[in-house]
C-alpha cells in the first residue's frame, strides 16, 4: 500500500504514530525514524489489524477499512475511523442538613455514549480530488434517522445504532486526493429515537 496515509492523518489531525519509532529503531531502522523525509516504511503482516467498521440501513451500506494494496480500495468507503467515546452518569444528589462529606443519591441513570469519529476520504484509483466521495458523506449526515453500525469495538460497548448530530469537512494541505472528516455521534435504542422524535 502506496498511500502514505502517514503524513496525510499528520497534516489532517495533528499527529503521527510515535508509538511505532522504538520497535523501528529495534528493528535497525534508527536512520530512517531519525530522517522520515527521506524514507518510506511500509508495514504489514499477519499481525497488523485495524478494526473495520460498518455503517448501514435498509439495503445501503458503507465500510470503513485499510485494504493491503490500494487496488483494493474501490471496495471500501474510507478508511477505519478513530474513535472516542464518553458517557456519564445522571444523578439526582440530595445534601443532608447539617452532615458534611455526605450525599444521598435518590436516582440515576446512565446517558447513551457520545463518540467522535474521525477519517479520511481518499481517492486511491486517480489521485484527484474524491468528489464522489464528499457527495456520499453528505448523504450519510443529511439522512435524518438512524444509523445502524457494526464493529468489534461497538459490539465491545453494545453499541448497534447511532445518530449522527455533527460533522465537520476540512480539506487536507498537500493532498488533493484526500479530505478530513468528523461525525459526533449519539449511540441510541430504535425506540428511544422512536420517542424523541414524538415530541
Known amino acids: 500500500m502506496t498511500g502514505n496515509l502517514g503524513d496525510r492523518f499528520k497534516i489532517?489531525?495533528?499527529?503521527?504514530?510515535?508509538?511505532?519509532?522504538?520497535?523501528l529503531k529495534a528493528k535497525g531502522f534508527e536512520a530512517e525514524v531519525e530522517q522520515p523525509q527521506n524514507s518510506q516504511i511500509l508495514l504489514w503482516n499477519d499481525k497488523t489489524k485495524f478494526d473495520e467498521v460498518k455503517l448501514y440501513r435498509d439495503k445501503i451500506e458503507f465500510d470503513f477499512a485499510f485494504r493491503q494494496v490500494a487496488e483494493e480500495y474501490n471496495t471500501v468507503f474510507a478508511t477505519p475511523p478513530m474513535l472516542s467515546?464518553?458517557?456519564?452518569k445522571k444523578l439526582i444528589v440530595t445534601s443532608i442538613d447539617n452532615?458534611?462529606?455526605?450525599e444521598r443519591v435518590e436516582r440515576y441513570n446512565t446517558s447513551p455514549y457520545e463518540i467522535d469519529w474521525?477519517?479520511?476520504l481518499i481517492d486511491m484509483d486517480n489521485h484527484t480530488f474524491p468528489a464522489d466521495k464528499l457527495k456520499q458523506l453528505n448523504e450519510i449526515f443529511k439522512f435524518n434517522g438512524i444509523w445502524n453500525v457494526s464493529s468489534e469495538i461497538f459490539d465491545a460497548l453494545e453499541i448497534t445504532a447511532v445518530y449522527i448530530s455533527e460533522v465537520q469537512i476540512e480539506f487536507v494541505?498537500?493532498?488533493?486526493d484526500t479530505i478530513?472528516?468528523?461525525f459526533k455521534m449519539k449511540a441510541i435504542k430504535d425506540l428511544e429515537y422512536q420517542l424523541l422524535t414524538q415530541k
Open 118 to 120: 474521525k477519517g479520511l
Open 180 to 182: 478530513a472528516y468528523s
Open 99 to 102: 452532615v458534611d462529606d455526605i
Open 12 to 23: 489532517a489531525f495533528g499527529f503521527v504514530a510515535a508509538k511505532m519509532s522504538t520497535p
Open 85 to 88: 467515546f464518553s458517557r456519564q
Open 173 to 176: 494541505e498537500g493532498y488533493e
